[in-house]
């Protein structure tokens, strides 16, 4: 892709493009921050309004039953699990992230202690995303001590760490920093030959990259609907196990609708048998429902397209930045093996945050992370080629111009 016109001819050429009208997209903005909120499916809206309206304005509650609210975590947890390789029966849409890693990772460490004790250590990296190892962190306090926090600072390092000692390794598929994908299958097996159980977060992989998490022979994963899944701000995350683990996977969360029974009102809990053990209180249906029309988008394709197309638009970003932006200070951290990259493309400047600010003020959204990180996703059910070329176009600009070192743009949001 050298010219605008080479861009426009890919876009023409695209199978994916149709599904870009699908989402409500600004006029005069690039987008490329589907890694931390996806666009608003068009259907969405009308979805919401359908809820408050017909099902709770006029079926009020009946609409548990009538409206399908009640099974709502298991219809779309099965929708789901077909974009990460999961079976019917093993996902739920449930909580956040970080409430869904305190039940799996529990869970995992009470199996773990029931039938090798000995087994005490988590290990992690690093650089994953906080909340992992705050919960992890949170989790061992709770249980009084004896348990360990393992992290390494390099993939290469994760054989070593490795031992007798290991209960569970948490990985997070594609860091979100750095866009750096581990091999599922490869470190699944590592970690299973060690003893330990493995589980992983999703969020940078889910409706970005394939995954298959029973032909990995994983033991668990989490992951959340409102990156490249698009189920809005604030989106129910979503929890799977395989059925091999159902039995004897006990969560600590053990709330009604985790019950064998939830209508029973018995006074003692037995959980569910299957997957719905991890749920946990009465779920947020308004937005959980709007979760479906984002699924409901991926359903008209298959992630084999998606990837491709992903693997596309960030080789040409990286190869265009590199070429439009030489000696404007700016280094690629993101790994330019296809095997190691999700659907982003990172690069540090040392005043990352000003440039970032900058783009956003000319209608090109991406996203900062300390230290020093621009980073830009690339969500192909709407992001275009040539999108790619003229958000590089703007990059080069703002960093050729110094545009970045105005004072507003120095200014700090709580969010960034």
Not at 13 to 36: K, M
Request: hydrophobic share 45%; with cysteine.
């Amino acid at each position: 892709m050298k010219t605008r016109e080479d861009a426009l001819a890919l876009d023409r050429d695209d199978p994916l493009a149709p599904l870009r009208d699908q989402f409500a997209l600004p006029d005069g903005v690039i987008y490329l921050d589907g890694n931390s909120l996806g666009a608003q499916p068009r259907a969405s809206a009308a979805r919401a309004q359908q809820v408050i309206d017909a099902e709770w304005g006029e079926g009020l509650i009946r609409s548990w039953n009538t409206a399908g609210w009640f099974a709502l975590p298991r219809r779309l947890g099965d929708k789901l699990a077909t974009l990460i390789g999961g079976a019917p029966g093993e996902t739920v849409v449930t909580d956040t992230i970080s409430i869904n890693l305190f039940k799996l990772l529990s869970a995992m460490l009470r199996h773990q202690a029931e039938r090798s004790p000995e087994r005490r250590v988590i290990v992690s990296e690093r650089s994953n995303f906080p909340t992992d190892l705050y919960i992890a962190q949170g989790l061992i306090e709770q249980l009084g001590g004896g348990y360990e926090l393992r992290l390494i600072d390099d993939p290469a390092d994760l054989p070593d760490a490795l031992g007798a000692d290991t209960a569970v390794a948490m990985i997070t598929h594609v860091n979100y920093r750095t866009g750096y994908m581990h091999d599922m299958p490869a470190v699944t097996q590592l970690v299973h030959d060690a003893g330990a159980l493995m589980l992983w977060d999703l969020a940078h992989s889910a409706g970005a990259v394939p995954v298959d998490l029973n032909g990995a022979r994983a033991d668990g994963a989490v992951g959340c609907t409102y990156k490249y899944l698009n189920g809005g701000p604030g989106s129910p995350a979503f929890v799977w196990v395989p059925q091999r683990h159902h039995a004897h996977f006990s969560q600590p969360l053990s709330g009604w609708w985790g019950h064998r029974a939830p209508f029973a009102m018995q006074p003692g809990f037995a959980p569910d048998p299957g997957i719905a053990r991890f749920l946990c209180g009465t779920q947020p249906i308004v937005s959980m429902s709007m979760v479906e029309c984002g699924l409901d988008v991926f359903l008209q394709t298959d992630m084999q397209a998606i990837r491709r197309k992903s693997l596309a638009l960030t080789d040409a970003f990286i190869a265009l930045v590199e070429a439009r932006c030489a000696g404007l200070s700016l280094k690629l951290v993101t790994p330019r093996s296809h095997h190691q990259r999700g659907s982003q493309a990172s690069f540090e400047h040392p005043h990352g945050y000003e440039v970032m600010q900058a783009l956003i003020a000319r209608g090109v959204i991406g996203d900062y992370r300390e230290p020093y990180v621009l980073r830009f996703g690339f969500t192909p059910l709407y992001v275009r080629f040539v999108d790619v070329w003229d958000a590089v176009e703007t990059l080069r600009d703002i960093l050729a111009t110094d545009a970045w070192k105005a004072p507003e743009f120095a200014e700090r949001g709580a969010v960034t």
